[in-house]
């Protein structure tokens, strides 16, 4: 059965620190590994990773995908209050579904 | 930009009145998708669609049907709406195949049923 799951399920740091979010996925015929925020609304896409080693890069976020191991991280830098969130990483089944994680819930304190 | 829009932000309706939940994208984009959201339990997939008047079922398509006659319109039913169908309700599209599969999300409507 399709999987993604994602570590640690909440997170609560202070501004400046740096963090990481995993996701690691048992998915068929893998493809792709899709990132977003989530704020107080519906979820914007943030990373499509494809390859392995390759990181994305968007600001203070970046992201990487290990194939290998099966598992992508989401590093966000210097983190502010605005990044507080709920991060989801999703993978697509071969029908076009996305297969979704349970969400990291990222709280970041003054 | 993708635009991907959602008939209402909240609604309120009574248990057993049927609802409509209007979804409307418009980058031509083949497939269409059907998330409810609650605590806890994450994105959850109700019906999805990959081409005009064909659907599939999701994870979670009991209590529930759809409806696309149009491209860019994908609508989600509630035949007779009950309390636990209360959730915020996301609508999603994408383009077709590849390792693309990046869905674009509405603002969501929130449904409180009494």
């Known amino acids: 059965e399709d999987k993604v799951v994602q570590s640690p399920l909440s997170l609560v740091v202070h501004e400046g620190d740096t963090v990481t979010l995993n996701c690691s996925y048992e998915v068929t015929n893998f493809r792709s590994l899709l990132w977003y925020k989530q704020e107080k609304k519906a979820p914007t896409f943030l990373f499509m990773l494809?390859?392995?080693?390759i990181e994305k890069k968007s600001g203070r976020l970046s992201s990487i995908l290990d194939k290998k191991e099966l598992f992508s991280i989401l590093n966000i830098t210097a983190t502010q209050t605005g990044d507080s969130a709920v991060y989801l990483c999703?993978?697509?089944?071969?029908?076009?579904?996305?297969?979704f994680g349970q969400g990291t819930t990222l709280q970041v304190k003054p | 930009d993708v635009k991907v829009t959602q008939s209402s932000r909240y609604l309120v309706k009574r248990t057993g009145e049927k609802v409509f939940l209007e979804c409307v994208q418009d980058m031509d984009h083949e497939n269409m998708f059907w998330y409810r959201q609650d605590p806890g339990l994450g994105l959850r997939l109700i019906y999805f669609s990959y081409d005009v008047k064909m659907k599939e079922k999701g994870d979670i398509p009991e209590g529930y049907s759809v409806s696309r006659e149009k491209k860019e319109r994908f609508s989600l039913i509630l035949e007779s709406a009950s309390t636990n169908q209360t959730s915020m309700y996301l609508c999603?599209?994408?383009?077709?195949?590849?390792?693309?599969?990046?869905?674009?999300f509405g603002p969501g409507t929130r449904l409180t049923v009494l």
């Open positions: 494809t390859s392995s080693g």
């Open positions: 999603a599209s994408s383009s077709l195949g590849g390792g693309e599969n990046t869905q674009y």
């Open positions: 999703a993978v697509p089944s071969n029908t076009g579904k996305l297969i």
